[in-house]
């Protein structure tokens, strides 16, 4: 059948067709992948361990958190608890911690932010300076170290060394004629301490990453700077950040996707019953009331409430780095 221009009149595909057409384009898909799989098999072998540690570590324990929505007993398990829905969410946000949990918790991760981000970079750039290759090495490996020391041992050497009567701080302290003071029982002194103690024991492992972007600049493009008459300065302001801002950028997002997410063990170690004041932060609590006080429905809100901060911080970080620039996440 024709119309008057002479051209065929196609007619609508019915739904039937559509529907086989579709499931003819889904099993040549499953049969590409089944025969790439087949091919690639090692390699998926190799892949297998990861996959699986990720769905039974990560992805199967998403199965309990509907009790943060129940008022979970052991005896009626988890289907069996009575749904409440965000009765315990409200109980936390009305609980008079709850301000001064998020105030720790936000100031730690912040101040662990401003004061500690930078510094790799820092001794990055410096590393990559130094033409003595002894010398370069040599403080490679001491800012390496730290990095590989146990946070139990960290904590216990942070404690000694800032004992008031025997610390080495102190002794320091006294020799500049200062005052000896007790830091681990002062509130105040707290995120500080916390802080430094980071960057000291992390700071020389982040370097490998900045050290590495940097590695990877062509060294034809540093010679044309120099032949151009660029100093120190400029080649580091006009090649050596350029080439490190989309790894800067990366390492920004995730750590501001990680805002909340103080290091548990850390904290807990150092923190005491003179410091709670500073030292108390949304992990640590969830620790008392959850494995300690056996409100595992209570602490599962708390801890869902957590990870959901991050989640949006993340995928506004993300989506800011992206909207503003040419690197992001996704």
């Not at 196609?10 to 889904?26: C, D, E, F, H, N």
């Not at 361990?49 to 039974?56: G, H, K, Q, R, T």
């Not at 720790?104 to 510094?119: D, E, H, K, M, R």
């Not at 959850?290 to 409430?305: D, R, V, W």
């Amino acid at each position: 059948m024709t119309g008057t221009n002479s051209q065929p009149i196609l007619k609508p595909q019915t739904g039937r067709a559509v529907s086989a057409r579709k499931a003819i384009r889904r099993k040549e898909a499953f049969s590409v992948l089944l025969r790439d799989i087949i091919r690639d098999r090692q390699l998926y072998l190799l892949l297998l361990p990861a996959v699986l540690y990720i769905l039974l570590f990560h992805y199967w324990p998403m199965y309990g958190v509907q009790i943060a929505f129940k008022d979970f007993r052991a005896n009626l398990g988890i289907w069996g608890s009575e749904w409440v829905g965000l009765k315990h969410f409200l109980r936390f946000f009305r609980s008079p911690n709850f301000w001064r949990l998020l105030r720790n918790t936000v100031g730690l991760s912040a101040y662990s932010l401003v004061a500690g981000f930078p510094v790799p970079i820092i001794l990055a750039i410096a590393l990559n300076e130094v033409r003595s290759m002894a010398f370069k090495r040599i403080v490679q490996t001491t800012i390496y170290a730290p990095h590989f020391i146990s946070t139990v041992v960290m904590c216990g050497m942070v404690v000694i060394f800032l004992n008031r009567e025997r610390g080495i701080i102190n002794h320091m302290v006294a020799l500049l004629g200062g005052q000896r003071l007790a830091y681990m029982t002062r509130p105040g002194w707290f995120p500080t301490v916390y802080v430094l103690s980071g960057i000291w024991q992390n700071a020389g492992w982040g370097t490998v990453i900045y050290f590495a972007a940097l590695s990877s600049i062509d060294p034809q493009i540093v010679e044309a700077a120099m032949i151009d008459g660029a100093n120190r300065l400029q080649k580091i302001w006009y090649i050596d950040l350029p080439s490190l801002a989309p790894t800067i950028t990366i390492l920004l997002i995730l750590n501001l996707g990680g805002l909340l997410s103080v290091g548990f063990e850390k904290v807990l170690l150092l923190q005491n019953d003179l410091n709670m004041q500073t030292a108390d932060v949304i992990a640590t609590y969830v620790y008392r009331i959850g494995l300690l006080g056996f409100q595992f429905s209570y602490s599962s809100a708390i801890g869902l409430f957590n990870s959901l901060i991050n989640f949006i911080l993340l995928l506004s970080a993300n989506s800011l780095a992206r909207r503003t620039g040419e690197t992001s996440l996704w």
